[in-house]
């Protein structure tokens, strides 16, 4: 397919521009049936479709509110999955979206779809939530106004808990058929101090001994740190303690049960993480746009670099049925003034995406993070290139004899 050429386009923006856009504003499609990989619903980022664009595949919004109303349009793709996107009327390039899953069309012996166990995410990433349902979701006062965790359940696109049998058994068809390279489980909060821990640590581990399948896990800090190490043990590459929200006063109006869990919790869970998992290889989530000023997520992120845990910064997006729903999406100026800097700071602390093992930072998908990040490690390559020819040059103004 033909990349799409932001350069020459009647509306050249830069990929990462482009993509903060796409994913503040989301796009209207032309039949909202088209392509396999939108979902609806869940416990992460939602309402999205995945589609690549200029090499980068990533989640746009399209089946919220703002989405209907946003300038950028994708008209219904052809049989390849390949379609083009204009704004206001004119073509900027070409999109083109996953095809289906192969894996989509099985089902487990007692007659579950797989698609009901794990879906596609992004480009190559199989992604479940192993327990669709949380502590914090039943009670108005306590759940996470952003989440829709109940929504995919309670629409009958998913079962509640996936047994470690059945996920092993769709990870190994995911790899096989459609070739996908990592597995990100996350999990609702159970009742009980580890969290989640326990049923994410038997599920990589059933998932490790079926398939060699670089996992992560993500859930909240458990009570107890050694969860880490066992759950590292089982087979868990990655590991993501998501804070959504960096600052006390945000997260206790958006997140008030999640809340109890301190900001100072979650650094001395990512201090006893790190030497388990490895520099890099664990991560938070952070939505910006749900209140906390640009300042405060930089500062948060400074910290977190400097202790080697990747911030995954991402646009908040309201799903539909939320409380949040009608919660405006930051705006691309907004996410440009963060992701600018962060990309800084993971270059400083020589944090990479692309050797995360597993998960949402390595993903990338809902976020312009990583072109950002790519474009600092083009700047200082480019610099460090300089430098080299500068010495070179010196040294042979040395070798000539100037000296
Ligand atoms: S970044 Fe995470 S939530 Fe987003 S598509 Fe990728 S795996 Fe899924």
Wanted: hydrophobic content about 40%.
């Amino acid at each position: 397919m033909k990349p799409m050429d932001l350069a020459s386009g009647p509306s050249p923006l830069p990929t990462q521009q482009l993509i903060n856009e796409l994913q503040s504003y989301g796009v209207r499609l032309v039949d909202p049936r088209a392509g396999a990989d939108s979902r609806r619903g869940g416990a992460g980022p939602s309402d999205h479709k995945a589609m690549t664009l200029d090499g980068m595949t990533v989640m746009v919004p399209v089946h919220t509110a703002p989405a209907f109303e946003s300038p950028y349009l994708v008209e219904k793709p052809d049989a390849f999955g390949r379609s083009r996107i204009s704004r206001d009327g004119l073509v900027l390039g070409e999109v083109s979206f996953p095809l289906q899953p192969k894996f989509y069309g099985l089902s487990t012996a007692d007659g579950i779809p797989y698609s009901k166990i794990a879906v596609l995410h992004g480009r190559d990433v199989l992604a479940t939530t192993v327990l669709q349902s949380c502590i914090r979701y039943q009670s108005r006062t306590k759940t996470c106004q952003f989440c829709a965790i109940g929504q995919s359940l309670a629409a009958g696109r998913t079962i509640e808990r996936k047994t470690p049998a059945q996920l092993a058994e769709v990870a190994k068809a995911a790899v096989e058929l459609d070739g996908v390279k990592h597995m990100v489980m996350t999990t609702g909060t159970p009742p009980g101090k580890d969290r989640g821990a326990a049923l994410l640590a038997e599920s990589a581990a059933a998932v490790k001994a079926a398939v060699n399948l670089p996992i992560q896990v993500q859930c909240e800090p458990p009570d107890d740190d050694t969860w880490f190490a066992r759950m590292f043990e089982a087979g868990a590459d990655a590991l993501g303690m998501h804070l959504e929200a960096c600052t006390e006063p945000v997260r206790q109006r958006i997140m008030p049960g999640k809340a109890q869990v301190s900001v100072e919790r979650y650094f001395s869970a990512f201090a006893a993480a790190v030497p388990v998992f490895g520099r890099g290889q664990v991560s938070t989530y952070i939505l910006a746009g749900l209140g906390d000023t640009r300042e405060d997520i930089l500062s948060v992120c400074d910290r977190l670099t400097r202790m080697g845990v990747y911030p995954f910064v991402v646009p908040f997006v309201p799903i539909s049925g939320t409380p949040l729903e009608s919660h405006p999406t930051p705006t691309p100026a907004f996410m440009n003034s963060i992701l600018g800097p962060l990309s800084g700071m993971l270059l400083a602390t020589g944090l990479k995406s692309i050797e995360v093992k597993a998960g949402c930072a390595k993903c990338g998908a809902c976020s312009a993070l990583s072109t950002y990040e790519r474009q600092a490690l083009g700047r200082d390559e480019m610099r460090q290139g300089e430098m080299r020819q500068g010495d070179m040059r010196q040294g042979d103004m040395r070798q000539g004899g100037c000296a």
